[in-house]
């Protein structure tokens, strides 16, 4: 599996040119977007192609290549195979057939994004192409709204400024980055305000897919007396339908105090009980 550039070639890395230039195969998405880097780099190895709509059938093919002594690599368009990419079915079924499988890593348009967007970074969910469809692309918003780990989507030209706005009207105006053509030549990457940016893209006829990345939920502590710590902890363990470590918990994650204060009061509270 060869990660290639996602738009400037230099971004080759040397090893996947060895790699490219050793194998007897390379299977590609698109032969005639792969065959501008092979050209570019006097690399002449045949190729098949490999896509979405007959990847199961080449799969097939190409294991059984491997099996009679082929060695092949796989590239898909830009960037790193399985990545919203083809190569899932492909990888499978040479495993599933002891097949050894090779990472040949590179460029990710989300590692790269990622790299410049100036948010947490250490922990983040990426969750590929956005639903198309509007009902079901809120209802998803809708279903992450609350995760507080960096947010990572593509997102298609025809659908960024109805993506954007739902994400203001379903996430709130949060800080986002915008990426778009990533290492290409009208490279553009704009930060800020969700609502500032969905504001210019409005009307706009945008090229190239969007890499977005959105700051995750903020979980400020709320102001909460000690009545209200004990009303929640008490009506959590009504008929200890909760243990007491995990209404302690609930209560930490919806008011974001911390766990040393709810704890010492539970303990205060159900003070002899027989439940830890």
Do not use: W
Not at 46 to 52: G, K, M, Q, R, V
Not at 65 to 88: F, L, Q, R
Not at 185 to 203: T, W
Not at 235 to 258: E, H, I, M
């Amino acid at each position: 599996m060869v990660a290639t550039p996602i738009g400037n070639l230099e971004d080759i890395t040397v090893r996947a040119l060895r790699v490219l230039k050793e194998v007897d195969l390379i299977a590609a998405e698109d032969t005639r977007h792969s065959r501008i880097l092979l050209t570019a780099y006097g690399i002449r190895t045949p190729l098949i192609s490999l896509h979405e709509h007959n990847e199961r059938e080449r799969s097939t093919l190409i294991v059984s290549k491997i099996e009679n002594g082929m060695s092949v690599a796989y590239v898909s368009d830009a960037g790193t195979p399985c990545v919203s990419d083809p190569g899932y079915h492909l990888a499978a079924a040479a495993l599933e057939n002891g097949i050894r499988v090779v990472p040949v890593p590179g460029p990710s348009a989300v590692i790269a994004a990622l790299s410049v967007c100036g948010f947490p970074a250490d922990q983040f969910l990426f969750y590929g192409f956005l639903p198309p469809k509007s009902n079901r692309r809120r209802r998803f918003l809708e279903s992450i709204r609350d995760e507080e780990q960096t947010l990572i989507f593509y997102e298609s030209p025809a659908r960024i400024a109805d993506a954007m706005q739902e994400i203001h009207e379903v996430l709130g105006d949060r800080q986002v980055l915008v990426a778009r053509e990533l290492t290409k030549v009208f490279e553009e990457i704009r930060r800020g305000k969700i609502s500032d940016i969905a504001a210019g893209m409005s009307g706009s006829k945008a090229r190239g897919e969007f890499t977005l990345i959105v700051r995750g939920a903020s979980r400020e502590p709320v102001s909460i007396t000690d009545d209200e710590i004990q009303t929640r902890l008490l009506s959590l363990r009504k008929g200890k339908s909760l243990s007491l470590r995990d209404a302690v918990a609930d209560v930490v994650r919806q008011t974001g105090l911390p766990r040393k204060r709810v704890y010492d009061m539970a303990l205060k509270i159900f003070s002899g009980s027989d439940e830890n």
